[in-house]
């Protein structure tokens, strides 16, 4: 069976595979120049076996993994094959990424450095465990084209939740995004007082406050007495 548009699905693939093994290359010296090369010690070199590890199983070979399936050439093996070759390359790139995990887990705890202190680090592990939970139960799962509409419906319903949290979370992390100061607020400290300055200026408008109110006052007290004159006078003519 021929696929349609052969060429242009080469031409990617040819591309895609370049792509990922110039970025599994460029990796691997990336650590080895740059970062002084690999090792299992604790130290640096033992971390740097996390970006080649991710980059190589969780990347690269994971990718192969999900388009194993559109190679026009394998149409012709039997699907039992073409699994055990799909579900092959997802244990590889699990393996792979677990060991990365461990990896980044043995240098902070060598260093005495926090683990779990990024969002890098909770997507990345969350995304880990997911996967493996998928590899691990996909074994014995339903097709997921048997599926009613209403799962697949309500799986899209959970990606869009869990999207919708990613983002909320990513918005509200970010400090530049923060609401600013109002420069003529007041703040309070803790213990019930004020702030060095604000008192004095606080106690100067409620001054002013109450230098205006008795003006007020003033006014009200001469404007009732001319009101009082004036009928009074009226009263003595009549």
Excluded at 117 to 137: D, M, N
Excluded at 148 to 153: A, C, D, K, R
Excluded at 157 to 166: K, Q, W
Excluded at 168 to 186: A, G, H, L
């Amino acid at each position: 069976m021929a696929m349609e548009g052969y060429r242009g699905f080469l031409a990617l693939l040819v591309s895609a595979l370049l792509v990922g093994f110039l970025s599994v290359i460029f990796t691997l010296i990336w650590v080895l120049h740059y970062r002084e090369g690999l090792g299992w010690d604790g130290t640096a070199l033992e971390f740097n076996w996390h970006p080649v590890l991710v980059v190589t199983g969780f990347v690269f070979i994971l990718g192969i993994a999900i388009i194993v399936y559109r190679l026009p050439w394998t149409w012709k093996c039997s699907k039992l094959l073409m699994k055990s070759i799909h579900a092959g390359l997802n244990t590889v790139a699990a393996i792979l990424a677990i060991i990365s995990l461990v990896a980044v887990f043995d240098f902070h705890n060598a260093k005495k450095i926090p683990n779990m202190y990024s969002l890098h680090s909770w997507v990345g592990l969350t995304a880990v465990i997911l996967y493996i939970l998928q590899v691990s139960i996909s074994v014995k799962s339903p097709a997921y084209s048997s599926l009613p509409p209403e799962g697949v419906f309500t799986n899209t319903l959970g990606l869009l939740i869990l999207v919708f949290g990613a983002l909320i979370f990513w918005i509200v992390t970010r400090p530049q995004w923060k609401r600013p100061k109002e420069p003529n607020s007041v703040l309070f400290q803790p213990n019930g007082g004020a702030p060095e300055g604000v008192e004095s200026s606080v106690a100067m408008n409620f001054g002013n406050v109450d230098k205006s109110d008795s003006e007020l006052n003033n006014e009200a007290a001469a404007r009732k007495r001319n009101i009082t004159l004036d009928e009074a006078g009226q009263r003595s003519t009549m």
